[in-house]
């Protein structure tokens, strides 16, 4: 029996441990701080699997290799680590005011566009909001999701999942896939194995150490590769069966591998998960993608989005912990900042801009994006695919121009900082429950399942183009959500803009294109000074015919009664667009404003001297008769 | 900076305005309508015009120019101001259009107002006494004419950087420093200007209380 006294004992013990374990977790390791040698490290190391088990390739049932075990356990603090930006999606202590991209849920066949954030950007939605799992949200999302966080973390599982976390395994932060610079590291594999749900051999799947088949996603909950009891329950001449073999030639004596990484990641592995490809809207042009002007002048994506051991990564605005100079921002390197003690520009080379003729008022009003990134302006809207969410860059994807999500670009919109900065944006398209005045999505399975059959949508005759459905679909398909008792307050449809809600038999409409669209800051690609906003003067922007103030933006819903609907771009600036077309149309007479100041001035100078001469003449000659006068 | 600077010097400026008015026994309201009552006399006499009496021709022009100059002056000073003081930022919306719309007009009628007025307001031994032994001016002994002169004076020296400034601007010349520094030269010698106004209404209106006349 436990006495008191030993319970204390137990307690305190377990507190100790806990303690103990816990700073020990938040200890830099060997490899977390450099001496300051500018070398790149060799990492010649032998491989763990997940149980901290060191990889003999000779072992026929050898386990992929754990990064956790092999990359951590005693160089770098992978708790750190997997704080960082790219792997902390489901802590909601960070800043979530930023809109960023977000994950978009796209499925044609039931109408759904759904902008979806861990983050729970404002105007975003978690996948829990709609029920996705971590697990669903990894086989839909995982091929660009870098491991750590929602995959590790147990007490974010979906119980219904439990037994394929056990077959998958956990999607443990993948080094290799920023820090390799290996030529044989195949992120496609990487992203191909996430899809069949092989999330513990993804990342030794893709690396040049193994060859690795099998699809973990078609095995039985009860699979178990040590067992052969379930192995021998799968018909093993399937080529589903995981199924890993070394290359005993990676291997030296010892075991160990030669790690091709570096700290400094190539641009091209930040493309894998960041490259965009921007779309003509009328499908027949097809514009190259240019790439930035600091890459052209060899820099790397890392020299401005950097970080510590912490992998906090500088997202070159001005976040919690930074300032204007140690964020990274356009100004940090291209304008001296005296607030910030920055007195020295150039960082990088990077050039001092004239700005000549540019009135202040620009820079406070604009951010400096606006000018100098994306394509050029144009009066219709581009689509833009990005490979999170039309996945670029694995193998099979839809190269279509028009593939869904609908991205538009270059909208040139307010900030929350109240700077204008070029957005990309996408219409939400949803089936929601309107309780209590807020507005969620229906869990996407549940919409799956009951509204897709209602709706007989047919993913293949509607593609490239957004499907749109009649009045009297919609109003049925909220008639009969009515009848589940999901919904509990009153169900909506959410469209280009609108929210949709059955009365009296009718559609009824609330508009707030604002509010129910989602955009997000894009900075890149960036264009040098001479291909800049204005170099052509002020009428690249204050005139009649400029795409920056006129132009209207396609609002694409998912009814057939809206289609066409368009939306000033003024509406985004929170500008009057009769103003603003008031404002253009001045400049048509600015030369002559210039001519005629100009020519006032210069009056006004002719007369002044005349008259000042005349002064001095006068005080002279009174000077010399006074004179005069006196001598005599 | 500027909005502080501004704010202190108007008030200053006013308040010394009106109690300098008070000593004259003249109330705003009555240089308001002395304003335009002269503008709905000078209306009246516009067959002056097609008279053959050049300087009663010229003399009507005098005056419609001084005071539509003051009309467009105390415009732009409003669509000017009314920004920087009262809301802190920058000229920018709706006024700036105001301001952009009526400057050309102000400059064109300011040029020709300076061209009518610099005869009669060049000085003379009846505004200046000279000491005769250090050659310097003897302030003392400047009279209100005189006074009225020299704001003339430097209403037509600040109204140079005024407009060159921010004509300048307008051309691809200088960079963001250099706009901001024309930005200061244009803000602060048109604050000079307005004062230079508040002073020249006081002074012409302690000169004579009937409608508002320049000297000639």
Redesign the interface.
Known sequence: MITNKSSKYILTLLLFSVSFSYIISQEYKVGDKGDGSKFNHIHLLKLYDYNGNTIDPADPFAQPFSTRKTCATECHSYEKISKGFHFNFHDTTLESSTQTEPWIYTDPTTLSVIPLSYRKNKGSFSPDDVKLSPMDFLFRFGPYYAGGDISEEDSLQYPENYFRWMVSGKLEINCLLCHSKSPNYDRAEYAANIRKKNFKWAATASSKFAEFKGNASRMPDNYDPYNFTTIQSIDQRAPIVPNLKYKKTEFDSENKVYFNITKKIPNENCYYCHSTKIVSPNKSIRLENEEDVHIKAGLLCVDCHSNEIDHNMNKGRLTKGFNTASAKTCESCHIKNEEDNNQLTGKFGAPVPEHAGIPPVHFEKLACTVCHSGNLLSKETNFVKTSRNHFLGMHGTNKAPDVFPHIQTNILSESSSEKIEPRNLIWPSFWADNYENKISPLPVKFVEKTIRPMLGLDSLTNFGKWPSVSDSLVIFVLDSLKNFKIVKGIPVFVSGGKIFTVKNKRLKSANNPLELSYSWKKAHNVRPASQALGVNGCTDCHSLSSPFFNGNINIESSLISQSGITISKNEFQDNSKLYQSFFSFTFFFRPWLKFIIILSAFIIFIVFTGYIFQGFKSISHSVFINKSKKEN | MFRILSVILIVISFIWLLVFLSKQKISLNKIYDNYFLSFKNLFKEIKLLSSKDFPSKINWLKKFFYLATIFFFILMMLSAFINVIFIGD?L???L??IH??I??LF??F??VT??LY?HSN??N?NDIS?D?KS?KINRSKLNSNGYLKLIF?LI??F??PT??S??L????????E???FL?NIHRYSTLIILLLFIFHIALVSSKSNKPVTVSK
Not at chain 2, 169 to 176: K, Y
């Open positions: 920058d920018t919306g709706l700036l259009l952009v719309t400057a050309p400059s064109i300011l040029a300076i061209i610099a060049s000085f031994k000279l005769q050659l004076w037509v020296f109204s140079l407009m060159i921010i004509i601007s307008m051309f691809p010349i200088f960079g963001t250099g706009q901001e930005l």
